[in-house]
């Protein structure tokens, strides 16, 4: 990764850094942060005299090379200061909660706007609902284009920011188009890696934010990583991470739950991390415990369904969406736990592994 010494390179700068880089096989791909941008070398970047070259260019503070299979989104990465922030919240710093109903009924829009509202109201910084849905039966309702506007209209009506899945090209420009702020890339697509280099290419130049749900049968933690290393590759390195359970499920509950996974995360990549529960244990008396869980592994935020009148939603609603009451009691208590492990994170035992 190319580090410039001042907060961006010129337009003719970035022109004599690709040629060089051309000259070794890679190519260079920019990636904006709100304060600076960094240049990542895409390819392997190893070649002492590639390194050499380009240190030696007097705007060039260094070459950072660290050899790992997600080198941009590895916590040792130069982008790891980099804060993403949404709805009034930096990742990280308090707690972020994105909720709302898993879909949005065209028929109704009044209960979408009740429910954004009422989320508002129980905390949520991030309005999600469901636009185009990803169903495992193609008999089953799959989303409608016109449940876009009832999203931004809601999003109007309460100042929230939204959040809502992309599953195809034709959609990612349609929330590009529209101010949708965060982009959802669902468990069915989390490996889709065209569908991430396209979102990130598209999504980047806009500074959206982009919710990666980890693959349903995806296991070890490094694959999870390198999906979000695709969308940073192609331009986009604000990627929350979302576990929201992986199968097989385990008996009783939707997926089998991955909260835990948050810590393995946390150990390797400076990416956020914003659980879901709903989709992980996939009932709603099931949905408290586990997200209060998910805080205590150390996430960043939590993902909710929720639903004024949940039995008259539609989608995954009646069965795994909360009460705005339950959401409120949630979000209270998630307060509580996220001050509580704050002090296992200064403990000797984490200030020991951090300097190792
Ligand atoms: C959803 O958020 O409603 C959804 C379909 O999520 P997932 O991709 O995690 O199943
Ligand atoms: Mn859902």
Redesign the pocket.
């Known amino acids: 990764m190319i580090i410039p010494k001042a907060d961006r390179l010129s337009e003719e700068q970035v022109r004599e850094v690709t040629s060089i880089v051309e000259e070794f096989g890679c190519r260079v791909q920019t990636i904006v942060g709100t304060h600076r941008s960094v240049y990542a070398i895409l390819g392997d970047e190893r070649s002492e005299l590639l390194i050499s070259r380009i240190e030696g260019l007097p705007y060039i503070d260094r070459v950072d090379t660290i050899q790992s299979p997600h080198k941009l989104m590895d916590v040792r990465s130069d982008l790891s200061s980099h804060r993403i922030r949404i709805g009034g919240v930096t990742l990280g710093e308090e707690l972020l909660v994105i909720a709302g109903q ?2 949005i009924d065209p028929k109704e829009p009044n209960l979408f706007y009740e429910t954004a509202h009422a989320v508002k109201e129980a905390g949520a910084h991030v309005l999600r609902g ?1 636009v185009w849905k990803p169903r495992t039966t193609p008999h089953s309702f799959q989303g409608d284009i016109h449940s876009l506007d009832i999203l931004l209209e809601a999003s109007s009506r309460t100042g929230l920011p939204v959040n809502t899945e992309v599953m195809e090209e034709v959609h990612v420009r349609a929330v590009l188009e529209a101010e949708v702020a965060m982009l959802q890339i669902g468990t069915r697509n989390a490996l889709n890696y065209s569908l991430l280099r396209k979102v990130g290419e598209l999504s980047g130049p806009k500074e959206r934010l982009i919710l990666l749900k980890r693959g349903r049968h995806m296991a070890p933690p490094d694959e999870f990583i390198a999906a979000a290393e695709y969308l940073a590759a192609a331009g986009n390195p604000n990627v929350v991470l979302c576990p929201r359970g992986t199968m097989p499920e385990m008996e009783g509950f939707r997926s089998h739950p991955d909260e835990s996974i948050t810590q393995l995360l946390k150990e390797k990549t400076w990416a956020p991390v914003v659980v879901d529960p ?2 992980s244990v996939g009932k709603s008396i099931y949905v408290p415990a586990c997200a209060l869980a998910a805080i205590v592994y150390g996430a960043d935020g939590l993902c909710i ?1 929720a639903h004024v009148d949940p039995l008259r939603g539609i ?3 009646p069965k ?1 969406a909360v009460t705005p009451e339950t959401l409120k009691k949630i979000i209270e208590d998630a307060r509580r736990l996220w001050s509580i492990r704050e002090r296992y994170e200064r403990a000797p035992e984490a200030t020991a592994r951090e300097s190792a």
């Open positions: 898993c879909t469901g709903s989709h369904e989608g995954d609603d795994q």
